[in-house]
């Protein structure tokens, strides 16, 4: 079935990056274009851009440009994110999620807990 | 930006009544050129990831319920639980994929009375 498992918990100081791994399974992972969103506790989800598995284009959502990097693997079918200059705002689960061709985002990973603190 | 504001906060409603959602956007969703609102709606359930229920404002996904229902105009949405279920109770979000950036409504909180 399609499945995106991403990587474990981080812990990560102020001012360090963190790289989330998302392996994609049961799909052809160069059709689809991948989403990263987060949700830190208490607040609403925040979409933080995409990258096209397939020629590796991206879109970065503004608040984030500068900071964060999507890359992909396609002979891993597996896409990355990487965040840099980390504060304790960024703590907060990220989610990879699958792109749907307009419908949405379909199917989601379970979450990357990263936790920024001193 | 589009702001997506929901109504309630939270609700609690009866097993087999009806849970009604409201959303709002700060601006028009209607793609032209297809006629079609780019609104989706997801449901998040404690410690999972938010599964996608609804696109283009009224279209199911497949294997969803159909209880659930959501309909709407180019900004006002409505999402409709027609008869709760106790596997209902969940976060259920709002979300504009009309233009980056793709936002999110705050979330209603859906309990059992």
């Known amino acids: 079935q399609v499945q995106l498992v991403q990587s474990g918990a981080e812990v990560k100081k102020p001012g360090a990056s963190v790289k989330v791994s998302c392996k994609a399974s049961?799909?052809?992972?160069?059709?689809?274009?991948m989403h990263w969103a987060r949700q830190a506790p208490g607040q609403r989800l925040e979409w933080m851009g995409w990258i096209n598995a397939g020629n590796g284009d991206t879109k970065y959502s503004q608040k984030f440009q500068g900071r964060v990097s999507f890359t992909r693997d396609t002979s891993a079918s597996t896409a990355y994110m990487e965040l840099s200059r980390l504060r304790s705002e960024d703590t907060a689960v990220y989610y990879c999620?699958?792109?749907?061709?307009?419908?949405?985002?379909?199917?989601w990973g379970q979450g990357t807990t990263v936790t920024v603190s001193s | 930006d589009i702001v997506m504001t929901q109504s309630p906060d939270s609700l609690a409603v009866s097993l087999g009544e009806r849970a009604t959602i409201n959303c709002k956007s700060s601006q028009s969703v209607l793609y032209g050129s297809n006629n079609k609102k780019y609104l989706a709606w997801y449901q998040q359930k404690p410690g999972q990831p938010p599964k996608l229920l609804i696109y283009?404002?009224?279209i199911r996904e497949s294997g969803v319920p159909d209880r659930f229902s959501g309909s709407g105009s180019e900004t006002d949405f409505t999402l409709t639980i027609s008869s709760l279920q106790a596997e209902d109770v969940a976060v259920y979000y709002c979300?504009?994929?009309?233009?980056?950036?793709?936002?999110f409504g705050q979330g209603t909180k859906v309990e059992i009375k």
């Open positions: 283009w404002t009224s």
């Open positions: 979300q504009q994929y009309y233009n980056t950036p793709w936002t």
């Open positions: 999620a699958r792109d749907s061709y307009s419908l949405g985002m379909d199917v």
């Open positions: 049961g799909y052809t992972f160069t059709r689809y274009s």
